[in-house]
């Protein structure tokens, strides 16, 4: 029996149709389904229904969905151990944010496939929340404060941000000094978050309003830069705007806590090498870059 048909009939059983699969597999559809017809072939049993709607599993598919991904774990995790140190083949794919990924991230993973010449990495650039699972992802990089999950997190480095806004903003609408104060100002946001706040050793949860959302921090530092509102935003999207005076700091005696960065994974009991290994030089990372630093040089705004 061919692992590779194995893995095909996998990925269309969690994907939920032969296009999505190849999508994932990075091969056509027409070799997506010649495999699924040979291994249907050799078992004598139909695994998809075929319709004009899509495919989906019969019940001697579900069944055998189980078997066949257990088979492909052990077929991977077999071909790690055999392989020579630091030698990493097959594919990764990974979900990575959209606000900084690009200028952060994105080195690491560029680092990791010169590194292992073999290895054929697929990013996908998104603030969305990606099912893992669903859409068949190795892991993810995520940043902020995690939700409750079934997910397997590793935390990989600290995030700290500050709340920020533009001088033109803070003459016209003034500076708040506490958190009852902040929730009458213009907060600019992804969706309808909450923020916390330090106050000494408490946390302070607080539920800002504004007019302006974006699903992505770049567009909130734009925002917050064209005056139209408060931003609790990375350090790491601001510092340039702070040190140029386009920002500056408010709410100096409530800085949110430090968030962090994590790689997040499907349950299971142990992550694979290639997740290791990105982990790893993710942790590097934030070890050495001034970006991720807890001191940055700002502009702050009065504090009355």
Same mark, same amino acid.
């Given at each position: 029996?061919?692992?590779?048909?194995?893995?095909?009939?996998?990925?269309?059983?969690?994907?939920?149709?032969?296009?999505?699969?190849?999508?994932?597999?990075?091969?056509?559809?027409?070799?997506?389904?010649?495999?699924?017809?040979?291994?249907?072939?050799?078992?004598?049993?139909?695994?998809?229904?075929?319709?004009?709607?899509?495919?989906?599993?019969?019940?001697?598919?579900?069944?055998?969905?189980?078997?066949?991904?257990?088979?492909?774990?052990?077929?991977?995790? %077999?071909?790690?151990?055999?392989?020579?140190?630091?030698?990493?083949?097959?594919?990764?794919?990974?979900?990575?944010?959209?606000?900084?990924?690009?200028? #952060?991230?994105?080195?690491?993973?560029?680092?990791?496939?010169?590194?292992?010449?073999?290895?054929?990495?697929?990013?996908?650039?998104?603030?969305?929340?990606?099912?893992?699972?669903?859409?068949?992802?190795?892991?993810?990089?995520?940043?902020?404060?995690?939700?409750?999950?079934?997910?397997?997190?590793?935390?990989?480095?600290?995030?700290?941000?500050?709340?920020?806004?533009?001088?033109?903003?803070?003459?016209? #609408?003034?500076?708040?000094?506490?958190?009852?104060?902040?929730?009458?100002?213009?907060?600019?946001?992804?969706?309808?978050?909450?923020?916390?706040?330090?106050?000494?050793?408490?946390?302070?949860?607080?539920?800002?309003?504004?007019?302006?959302?974006?699903?992505?921090?770049? %567009?909130?530092?734009?925002?917050?830069?064209?005056?139209?509102?408060?931003?609790?935003?990375?350090?790491?999207?601001?510092?340039?705007?702070?040190?140029?005076? %386009?920002?500056?700091?408010?709410?100096?005696? #409530?800085?949110?806590?430090?968030?962090?960065?994590?790689?997040?994974?499907?349950?299971?009991?142990?992550?694979?090498?290639?997740?290791?290994?990105?982990?790893?030089?993710?942790?590097?990372?934030?070890?050495?870059?001034?970006?991720?630093?807890? %001191?940055?040089?700002?502009?702050?705004?009065?504090?009355?």
């Amino acid at each position: 029996m061919n692992i590779e048909e194995l893995q095909t009939f996998v990925e269309v059983a969690d994907a939920g149709g032969i296009s999505p699969a190849a999508l994932r597999l990075g091969v056509s559809k027409s070799i997506v389904s010649r495999r699924l017809v040979r291994l249907e072939a050799e078992l004598g049993v139909q695994l998809l229904a075929r319709s004009t709607r899509g495919t989906a599993l019969t019940e001697a598919g579900a069944t055998f969905r189980d078997y066949a991904a257990r088979v492909c774990a052990e077929i991977d995790v %077999a071909k790690e151990t055999i392989l020579p140190a630091g030698e990493l083949r097959g594919r990764l794919r990974v979900a990575v944010p959209l606000s900084f990924g690009p200028t #952060h991230f994105a080195p690491v993973l560029a680092e990791m496939a010169r590194r292992h010449p073999l290895m054929h990495i697929q990013a996908c650039y998104s603030d969305r929340f990606v099912d893992l699972i669903a859409e068949g992802y190795d892991c993810a990089i995520r940043v902020g404060y995690l939700p409750d999950s079934n997910l397997i997190a590793r935390r990989v480095g600290p995030i700290y941000g500050k709340l920020v806004a533009s001088p033109d903003y803070i003459k016209v #609408h003034g500076q708040p000094e506490t958190p009852e104060e902040l929730i009458a100002h213009q907060a600019l946001m992804q969706g309808t978050e909450t923020w916390q706040l330090m106050d000494g050793d408490r946390i302070i949860t607080v539920r800002p309003q504004g007019r302006f959302k974006a699903d992505n921090g770049t %567009a909130l530092v734009a925002a917050a830069v064209a005056g139209l509102g408060i931003g609790y935003l990375p350090d790491c999207l601001t510092h340039e705007y702070i040190a140029s005076g %386009a920002l500056v700091t408010v709410m100096r005696r #409530h800085q949110p806590p430090p968030a962090g960065a994590y790689v997040i994974r499907p349950p299971g009991q142990h992550p694979a090498r290639k997740i290791r290994v990105l982990t790893e030089l993710l942790i590097e990372y934030f070890a050495q870059s001034p970006h991720f630093a807890r %001191a940055v040089p700002a502009r702050e705004g009065s504090d009355g």
